[in-house]
T-cell receptor
Framework: NAGVMQNPRHLVRRRGQEARLRCSPM?????VYWYRQLPEEGLKFMVY????????ESGMPKERFSAEFPKEGPSILRIQQVVRGDSAAYFC????????????FGEGSWLTVV | EDQVTQSPEALRLQEGESSSLNCSYT??????LFWYRQDPGKGPEFLFT???AGEEKEKERLKATLTKKESFLHITAPKPEDSATYLC?????????????FGKGTKLTVNP
């Protein structure tokens, strides 16, 4: 896990607020992935990004969720108008490139919606 | 639909009692199969990548094997520090898709 930095580690939001989760990939990695882990569920793919491009967002809910990976700075997963069902652990992962390479995960951001 | 099933859901072993965890998969092509270890409150920690049937990889007390339909994670003489949830994931062969499909994991508890 060393190298993929996520913050905040824990975040509490009231229903209707916005949550912003940040991820800095491992040094030398240009591909970023976001996964969500609900209680008692497996990790579910959300989105795959390269610098300034969203490559695959097939796992992202159509509304309220967005992701970006700007030219400078960390990748951001943004959840607008949070609801209780958004409470989960959100993991970022990175890889040096695609094509079946191993992806390395961060420690996760635990979102609790009250 | 690509699917990964891990069994058992939970496994309790005594220290030194060897066993195996199973990961069965159905995918449209396989570009890689991955094993991760996850401790409570932590992110998944990479263990192994397997690419083709017949491939085996070892690390300390762990050995991962791969066939065309399943993978096994063998744990030899486990220690309490091996207690964790072990996750299996596949990278389907669909062109342009980079997402991994994960199983729900096997929670391993090793008692001293």
């Amino acid at each position: 896990n060393a190298g993929v930095m996520q913050n905040p580690r824990h975040l509490v939001r009231r229903r209707g607020q916005e949550a912003r989760l940040r991820c800095s990939p491992m040094k030398g990695h240009s591909h970023v992935y976001w996964y969500r882990q609900l209680p008692e569920e497996g990790l579910k793919f959300m989105v795959y990004l390269q610098k300034e491009n969203i490559i695959d967002e097939s796992g992202m809910p159509k509304e309220r969720f967005s992701a970006e990976f700007p030219k400078e700075g960390p990748s951001i997963l943004r959840i607008q108008q949070v609801v209780r069902g958004d409470s989960a652990a959100y993991f970022c992962a990175s890889s040096p490139n695609s094509s079946g390479n191993t992806i390395y995960f961060g420690e996760g951001s635990w979102l609790t919606v009250v | 639909e690509d699917q990964v099933t891990q069994s058992p859901e939970a496994l309790r072993l005594q220290e030194g009692e060897s066993s195996s965890l199973n990961c069965s998969y159905t995918v449209s092509g396989l570009r890689g199969l991955f094993w991760y270890r996850q401790d409570p409150g932590k992110g998944p920690e990479f263990l192994f990548t397997l690419y083709s049937a017949g491939e085996e990889k070892e690390k300390e007390r762990l050995k991962a094997t791969l066939t065309k339909k399943e993978s096994f994670l063998h744990i030899t003489a486990p220690k309490p520090e091996d207690s964790a949830t072990y996750l299996c994931a596949v990278h389907p062969g669909k062109s342009g898709s980079e997402k991994l499909v994960f199983g729900k994991g096997t929670k391993l508890t090793v008692n001293p």
